[in-house]
Each structure stands twice: as C-alpha cells, then as structure tokens.
C-alpha cells in the first residue's frame, strides 16, 4: 500500500487526545441500590461469569480510535499497489549483429521472437504481467508489463535485430526498474551464448549449429617501395578451407586458400604483387557460412581525391616544396604559360600579391598581401593593414590556445623558434556583416597570423613575408604548418575510410557543391542512394555493413568523389563463445522507483462504508450507555 498524501496520516495524533479525554474524565457515578450486600454479590457474579469485562467497559474507546484511524487514512488517500504474482517475465531479447546467424533459413534472432511469443502465451495470465526490453546499442522496451498476449505478438513482430552490439548492461538496468514493481518476476535472457555465471537470470542460448567464417582484418603496408596485403581470417564452429579472393582498383589478384581450423585464425600476405600505388583493394571470403556480413572487407589509401591548389608567388621556392609535401596536394604554378584562375580549385595561394576577385569555390591564403586598400579593399576581404611596416627582431607568440582553430592549425607546431624582422601590422579584421578572423599567432602583441571560416570558405592571412621569418628553415615546424593549414583550409569529406557500424560519419561538402550524393552498397546485396542539395555538413547515422560512396557535383562541373567502407565489429564474427559473469539486475530496498507508475487500486469507497459502520456501532454503544 502507498499514500498519495501521506502528510494525511498525521490525522493520527487524535487518538493521543482521544486517551487523554478518557484519562481526564471522571471514573465514578452516584448510584442509588437497595442493599450494598446484594451489590457486592452481584460484583462476584459479574466476574466470575464474564472474565472480559474490561473489554466491555474499553469497547466504546476502541471503535472511536477506529473511527479515528479510518478518517486519517482517507485524509492519506491510500492505493493498493497490485504486485503480480511469481508468474511474471521480465524477457532480454539480445539484438546484435551475431543473432542474424541463419540456419535452416531462419535467423536466431527470429527464432527468439517466437519462442518468446510462445512463452507470453503459455504464462501471461490475467494478474500477470510480460515484459520485453531489446538490448541493442541503445536498449529500449518493447512492451512493459502488459498482459496481452496479442499486443505481446504484434509488438515482438515489428522488432528489429541491428549490426551493431548490444548493450546488455544497459538492458539488465531497465530490467531492474522492473524487478523494483515486482521482485518476484523471473527475468530470462534470449542470446547467442552461454555464460559460465548468469545468476539468477535464465539465459536461453539460440544458437543453433550455425558457423561462420570471415576477415576480421584487412590492410597494406609500404615495404622496398611496393604494397604489402595482408589479410586476417577466421572460421567458427567447423574446420574449413577458404578460397579469398583479392581485388586491387577493380582488378583480380592471385586467390589464396586457407586452411583454418576449428575456431582458428589464418593470416595470408601476398607480398610479390609489386603494387607500387593503389586507391582501392578488397579481399571476399568464397564460403556458403551462416553469417553473410563478415566476407569481405575494403581498404582505401586515404581518400582518392586529390586537392588542387593554384600557387601564385614570384618566389614559390620553398612554398611550392612544402605543399608538395602534403600527400594530396596537386600543385599548379601561375605563369606566363598558365594564368591565374578564380574557379576550379580547392586552394589558392597568393604570395605578396592579391586576386581581383575573391574565389568563391576554394580556401584562400593570403601571404604578406599589398597594405594598400585599393588591392586589398575591406569590404572583400574583410580585413585592412595600416601602410608602415614594423621592422625589428621579433619573437612570434601563440594567440587564443583553447580555440578549435588554433588546435587545428598549430597542431603539434612549436612557435618557440618562430622569429620575423619585419611584419604588417592589422588594423582591423572584423566587420559588421562578415565572418570575424581569429588570431592564431601574433608579434609584438599584434596579430600576424589570421584564420576565419565563412560558411566553410577558408581564409588564411599571414600578415608577414615568409622570406623574412625563420619559417622556411625550420625542417619539421614548416612543412607541419602548411599540412595543418591544408587540413583546416580544405577539410577532407569523411574523416576516415573504415568505420563500424553505430558510428556517426561526418560529411563535408566543398563550399561550391551543389549536389551531394550517398550510396551504399550494402553487404546483404542491397543498395541505397541519397541525394542532398543543400546541406553543407550531412551526419550519417551508419546502421548497415557495406561500401559507401560520397559524390560531389561542383558548380565547374567537376565531380569529386570519396568512398569509405563499414564493417561489423569483430566481436560479432566470434562464434561458439562463452561469456565470463553476466551482469544481474539488483532490486535495492523494498519500495517502489517513484518514477514508475505501477498498477494500483483505489480503496476509498471501502473505507469510507467502514467509516459509515463503525460510527452506526459508536452510536449505539453510546445510547446503551448513557440509557
């Protein structure tokens, strides 16, 4: 039982006042007998014959505590809570990746629907109740405490298995939130597994005599200037023989057998290939095994894309080196012979001089621009320089090290052996109506070095010649700098080429893409496209197993193309294994989680007719006594 106002109780005190009357009220009454002989008699008689007097002459004070006790606890409002009996079910149905194991063409997943829509229909009576949590990345219920064996059904039908985990911890906690209504209710777990402790949770292992083989690892490495494949590949729940194929940028490669044993793991190298660049390879496992998610796997070098940068600098020497020195850069110098161009590019770089026009499909540096506001003019570039320069030995100094943009930018870069003789000093770089700049590195307490992204359009500004500064001559800082400043200005599509399913994927697009196409080709042999027209930053929710390819269409007509592969955690390709202790769900104390509404019974009307009763009987024991 349980209170809705519980400060109703303190109705109680009465029967403290209720005693107290009946001690301060007087204990005799004149009466007028014949004969104090036959009184005294009768006194004898009276005890000898009812042993209970007492209980007699106390009757009226007992029903007015009653009554007392009846009308505080309607002043409480009591509810019954309505515990069910042992009958109930508390039921974890696992729903990761490894339940999607077919055999007989029936997954284990599904198998585990049924079973747990037979044991809704043998054991939910009336007064109890059944209960389903799905334990998967994130657990849920699927029904709580109902006793509907159709409702049960048609729920458990609309379930669905991910290729994800499962978060068994977190579906043992919403089991508890249960056990706390009733702690009685026996809790089952329907998994793939044993477990060498489980409590005093009932786990119902669905696997079957399904097996599996698959390539849990895939990778190259660079050896004596060629590609180096390995691959890493397992079988569960029999000895077998694997033929892998591997494929490299779509071309057929010499297939390799292995020989895995029983729950054993092969690695196979092909190392006389002489591939000396690729962009893609893959390897596909040839085998009929229950579980179809794990046969193959991709490997990208990096991101195909290349990122095409106009360098435009009377002296280009060192700066062309370090931004060839970045992987992706593919360099165009302005000349004579090729001419400077405000399109078609993912970075411009301007050295002492500065466009007409400000590119609007790339990031822009600007390195020792003209101070003068007729080439530089404010309202395009959002920042002015006074017409003097300083001239001196400067030491350079961080500016503003907590922000994202300077991470990023000076990631790893030591400013200590930063130095400059000569510098621009910025009057201004903040305007009404336009992306601020942030300052990343200054001299003499003035900004020198500048970054502000507008929309995802990257501008950088040194406000410094690099020919009068150490930065050329450091080795490592410099071309460090310049592969930040490349990563920060021209922002990868995906962050990475491999992924797990559950992860969160971050797509860029590039400041001119019009069109942004997502396809997937999923492992089951589905496919799957999505176009975005106008979404700079898509966040994709990977929830399938497959290759998924990113298209851009840039205003130029160009395409830009990027690719990543999904793949499902190696834990899920582990077969025929046995978990150490499961996680039991607690039930602590003995009262209800007073966020959980459980089944009640409202029992005012019972006592309000006890009421009604007891103060008919104290009425008529009053009466009697006083006639």
């Given at each position: 039982?349980?209170?809705?106002?519980?400060?109703?109780?303190?109705?109680?005190?009465?029967?403290?006042?209720?005693i107290?009357?009946?001690?301060?009220?007087?204990?005799?009454?004149?009466?007028?007998?014949?004969?104090?002989y036959?009184?005294?008699?009768?006194?004898?008689?009276?005890?000898?014959?009812?042993?209970?007097?007492?209980?007699?002459?106390?009757?009226?004070?007992?029903?007015?505590?009653?009554?007392?006790?009846?009308?505080a606890?309607?002043?409480?409002?009591?509810?019954?809570?309505?515990?069910?009996?042992?009958?109930e079910?508390?039921?974890?149905?696992?729903?990761s990746?490894?339940?999607?194991?077919?055999?007989?063409?029936?997954?284990?997943?599904?198998?585990?629907?049924?079973?747990?829509?037979?044991?809704?229909?043998?054991?939910?009576?009336?007064?109890?109740?059944?209960?389903?949590?799905?334990?998967?990345?994130?657990?849920?219920?699927?029904?709580?405490?109902?006793?509907?064996?159709?409702?049960?059904?048609?729920?458990?039908s609309?379930?669905?298995?991910?290729?994800?985990?499962?978060?068994?911890?977190?579906?043992?906690?919403?089991?508890?939130?249960?056990?706390?209504?009733?702690?009685?209710?026996?809790?089952?777990?329907?998994?793939?597994?044993?477990?060498?402790?489980?409590?005093?949770?009932?786990?119902?292992?669905?696997?079957?005599?399904?097996?599996?083989?698959?390539?849990?690892?895939?990778?190259?490495?660079?050896?004596?200037?060629?590609?180096?494949?390995?691959?890493?590949?397992?079988?569960?729940?029999?000895?077998?023989?694997?033929?892998?194929?591997?494929?490299?940028?779509?071309?057929?490669?010499?297939?390799?057998?292995?020989?895995?044993?029983?729950?054993?793991?092969?690695k196979?190298?092909?190392?006389?290939?002489?591939i000396?660049?690729?962009?893609?390879?893959?390897?596909?496992?040839?085998?009929?095994?229950?579980?179809?998610?794990?046969?193959?796997?991709?490997?990208?070098n990096?991101?195909?894309?290349?990122?095409?940068?106009?360098?435009?600098?009377?002296?280009?020497?060192?700066?062309?080196?370090?931004?060839?020195?970045?992987?992706?850069?593919?360099?165009?110098?302005?000349?004579e012979?090729?001419?400077?161009?405000?399109?078609?590019?993912?970075?411009?770089?301007?050295?002492?001089?500065?466009?007409?026009?400000?590119?609007?499909?790339?990031?822009?540096w600007?390195?020792?621009?003209?101070?003068?506001?007729?080439?530089?003019?404010?309202?395009?570039?959002g920042?002015?320089?006074?017409?003097?320069?300083?001239t001196?030995?400067?030491?350079?100094?961080?500016?503003?090290?907590?922000?994202?943009?300077?991470?990023?930018?000076?990631?790893?870069?030591?400013?200590?052996?930063?130095?400059?003789?000569?510098?621009?000093?910025?009057?201004?770089?903040?305007?009404?109506?336009?992306?601020?700049?942030?300052?990343?590195?200054?001299?003499?307490?003035?900004?020198?070095?500048l970054?502000?992204?507008?929309?995802?359009?990257?501008?950088?500004?040194?406000?410094?010649?690099?020919?009068?500064?150490?930065?050329?001559?450091?080795?490592?800082?410099?071309?460090?700098?310049?592969?930040?400043?490349?990563?920060?200005?021209?922002?990868?599509?995906?962050?990475?080429?491999?992924?797990?399913?559950?992860?969160?994927?971050?797509?860029?697009?590039?400041?001119?893409?019009?069109?942004?196409?997502?396809?997937?080709?999923?492992?089951?042999?589905?496919?799957e496209?999505?176009?975005?027209?106008?979404?700079?930053t898509?966040?994709?929710?990977?929830?399938?197993?497959?290759?998924?390819?990113?298209?851009?269409?840039?205003?130029?007509?160009?395409?830009?193309?990027?690719?990543?592969?999904?793949?499902?955690?190696?834990?899920?390709?582990?077969?025929?294994?046995?978990?150490?202790?499961?996680?039991?769900?607690?039930?602590?104390?003995?009262?209800?989680?007073?966020?959980?509404?459980?089944d009640?019974?409202?029992?005012?009307?019972?006592?309000?007719?006890?009421?009604?009763?007891?103060?008919?009987?104290?009425?008529?024991?009053?009466?009697?006594?006083?006639?």
């Amino acid at each position: 039982m349980k209170f809705a106002l519980p400060l109703g109780l303190l109705g109680l005190l009465a029967i403290a006042a209720l005693i107290l009357i009946y001690i301060l009220k007087p204990k005799y009454q004149d009466k007028k007998v014949s004969s104090t002989y036959v009184w005294k008699l009768s006194l004898r008689y009276q005890k000898r014959k009812v042993p209970l007097q007492w209980l007699k002459s106390s009757l009226l004070l007992i029903v007015q505590i009653l009554i007392i006790i009846i009308i505080a606890f309607m002043m409480a409002q009591p509810l019954v809570v309505l515990a069910t009996k042992t009958g109930e079910k508390i039921v974890v149905l696992e729903a990761s990746a490894s339940m999607l194991a077919e055999d007989g063409g029936k997954s284990r997943f599904n198998r585990a629907v049924s079973e747990i829509s037979v044991l809704a229909e043998k054991t939910t009576a009336e007064e109890d109740k059944f209960t389903v949590i799905l334990a998967d990345d994130e657990p849920d219920f699927i029904i709580r405490r109902s006793n509907s064996a159709s409702f049960i059904k048609q729920k458990l039908s609309e379930a669905k298995c991910s290729l994800g985990g499962s978060n068994l911890e977190g579906a043992m906690s919403l089991a508890q939130g249960v056990l706390r209504e009733n702690p009685q209710a026996e809790v089952y777990l329907y998994t793939d597994c044993d477990y060498a402790d489980a409590g005093k949770v009932k786990v119902v292992n669905m696997a079957r005599s399904e097996w599996n083989v698959a390539v849990l690892d895939f990778s190259a490495k660079k050896e004596k200037g060629y590609y180096v494949f390995t691959a890493e590949v397992a079988s569960y729940g029999k000895e077998t023989e694997i033929a892998v194929n591997l494929n490299i940028d779509g071309k057929s490669q010499l297939p390799k057998l292995a020989q895995c044993e029983k729950d054993g793991t092969v690695k196979l190298v092909w190392d006389t290939l002489k591939i000396a660049e690729y962009e893609s390879a893959d390897v596909h496992l040839v085998a009929e095994d229950s579980f179809v998610y794990d046969n193959e796997f991709y490997i990208y070098n990096g991101n195909t894309e290349k990122f095409k940068v106009q360098l435009e600098s009377n002296n280009p020497g060192f700066l062309n080196s370090a931004l060839h020195s970045v992987a992706r850069c593919q360099v165009d110098l302005v000349s004579e012979n090729s001419p400077a161009k405000t399109s078609g590019y993912d970075l411009y770089v301007y050295d002492g001089t500065v466009p007409d026009e400000v590119p609007t499909d790339g990031a822009v540096w600007l390195i020792n621009p003209p101070r003068d506001q007729q080439s530089l003019p404010p309202e395009k570039w959002g920042i002015s320089f006074a017409s003097a320069q300083r001239t001196g030995e400067f030491q350079l100094a961080a500016d503003n090290v907590n922000g994202e943009t300077y991470k990023q930018i000076m990631k790893g870069v030591s400013v200590a052996s930063m130095q400059a003789t000569q510098y621009s000093r910025v009057q201004r770089y903040g305007y009404d109506g336009m992306a601020s700049y942030e300052s990343i590195l200054k001299c003499n307490g003035e900004p020198v070095l500048l970054a502000k992204n507008d929309n995802g359009l990257k501008t950088v500004v040194f406000a410094f010649d690099l020919h009068y500064s150490t930065l050329p001559v450091l080795l490592i800082d410099f071309p460090l700098l310049i592969n930040n400043l490349c990563n920060y200005s021209m922002a990868n599509t995906v962050d990475n080429t491999l992924y797990s399913v559950g992860d969160t994927v971050t797509v860029n697009a590039k400041p001119d893409a019009e069109k942004l196409t997502v396809s997937a080709k999923y492992a089951s042999g589905e496919d799957e496209t999505t176009e975005y027209t106008e979404e700079k930053t898509v966040p994709l929710n990977i929830e399938k197993v497959g290759v998924y390819t990113v298209t851009q269409t840039l205003k130029t007509g160009r395409e830009v193309t990027d690719s990543f592969y999904v793949r499902v955690s190696k834990n899920e390709s582990m077969f025929n294994v046995t978990g150490s202790t499961l996680v039991n769900p607690i039930v602590i104390g003995n009262g209800t989680d007073t966020t959980i509404q459980n089944d009640t019974m409202d029992i005012y009307v019972y006592l309000a007719a006890a009421l009604l009763a007891f103060v008919c009987v104290e009425w008529g024991l009053q009466y009697r006594e006083q006639y």
